[in-house]
Nanobody, 123 residues
Framework: QVQLVESGGDSAQAGGSLRLSCAAV????????MAWFRQAPGKPREGVAT???????TYADSVSGRFTISQGKARDTLYLQTNSLKPDDTAIYYC?????????????????WGQGTQVTVSS
């Protein structure tokens, strides 16, 4: 059974940090493309960060310089280190996966989705 399981969401103060994790279960790992998305209340889902097939990260402008995406050696685990958090970062964060050309921050590029993990940042 295919599953993406996120963890690490929590409440934090502005300026704080959280580390999100996503484990891909039941998916072939060596050519898997993964990304982080988020959706705040009343707003559309937006791409946050992803990694290309050769390991180069892409970030949304809103998180560049504050968030860092990384993968486990087996490419079946994805991490998002979130630093200098702002109240605008409050959202449900989703892990997404697909096979194909990695590096997209468009949600239509991804076939598999996790249930999401809540990040709440207070001022």
């Amino acid at each position: 059974q295919v599953q993406l399981v996120e963890s690490g969401g929590d409440s934090a103060q502005a300026g704080g940090s959280l580390r999100l994790s996503c484990a891909a279960v039941g998916l072939r790992a060596y050519d898997l493309c993964m990304a982080w998305f988020r959706q705040a209340p009343g707003k559309p889902r937006e791409g946050v960060a992803t990694i290309s097939s050769d390991g180069f990260p892409t970030y949304a402008d809103s998180v560049s310089g504050r968030f860092t995406i990384s993968q486990g050696k087996a490419r079946d685990t994805l991490y998002l280190q979130t630093n200098s958090l702002k109240p605008d970062d409050t959202a449900i964060y989703y892990c997404a996966a697909a096979y194909g050309i990695c590096g997209s921050l468009l949600d239509v590029s991804y076939e598999y989705w996790g249930q999401g993990t809540q990040v709440t940042v207070s001022s």
